[in-house]
């Protein structure tokens, strides 16, 4: 009689998994990071900011360049876009963009 | 005569004319790189890459054309009547591969609980020290272990991934909790999210490996017959 109740109990058990299985697939479908749903959510939400290095000697430029990226990633900052503005034909700086970076504890 | 120059005239004008109205359809091939993605035109699924596909500018301006695979970052194009791929005849989409993707597998348990009914011959105090066994060999962050309630949750383990569209996050953590004890069944869950500002988190729909390993062994171990 034990084991009869013990079995009916394991069923019952088991049978509850699949109810809760059938529970989950019913729900909505998950924001996955690949879609592009997934982006735009998370666009508004990037820290982003842009400086502007005035250097027309092309060579002082990049030593401004490493030093500003230097700043920057000391507090948290790295290198998203590096645009150079060149007026005429004309090399006149760089266009950085950084990105704030995760903060993982 | 001047009727003459009038038929010459139409027939000029005509050619012209003829010759400079755009064409307003165009069969071009679309494909991906890998391929095999699934393509939606106006977010109705047309076919899977490659396929040819005839796009009429009649009354549309413009098509989105959304490129989706299992494993890879989905890419969105715009084609209108002068876009250079649209008359060269060949569009082309290059999907990146996710790295969260190539970093987690498949699971029953991810997000989702599974029940273990443990073997016979396995005394409750051996199952509860297999489980043990099978997360610290992995991993020592354990955040709860109350054998008297039944119940073992790890810490989340992150893991950071760079791509080209920004940095994600990804956490996975094993729970494990006593159902009945007679018979002996134990359920187990691993939760796996993700995160795109490290505030944020989104259920993923796959687990780290580790959580993946971690949870096989407890399965077989358990189930299985000395």
Known sequence: MNQFITALCTIFILLSSFGSDWVYSSQQEPLLPESIAARTEMSPSQRNYTIFLEEDDPEKAAQLLNSANDQYARKGWSVFSIIPYIEGSDFEGFFVTYQKNFVMN | ????????????????????????????????IPSGAMVAIDGAPVETTPFSHSFDFTTVEEYTINATREGFFEEKLTVDSESPSLLAGQITIKLEPSPLWEATTFSPTTNNWIQVLVSDDISPRMSWQIMIDAVIKRSSAIKALNYEAGYLETKYYYKKFNTKHGEFLLRCQLVATLVSSEPLIY????VSEWSGNGTQWHPYNRVLLMNESMTTEIQNRLRKRY
Request: net charge positive.
């Open chain 2, 187 to 190: 359920r187990i869950k691993n």
């Open chain 2, 1 to 32: 005569m001047p009727k003459k120059s009038v038929l010459l005239f139409n027939l000029i004008l005509f050619l012209t004319l003829s010759g400079c109205s755009a064409p307003k359809q165009f069969v071009a091939e679309i494909a991906t």
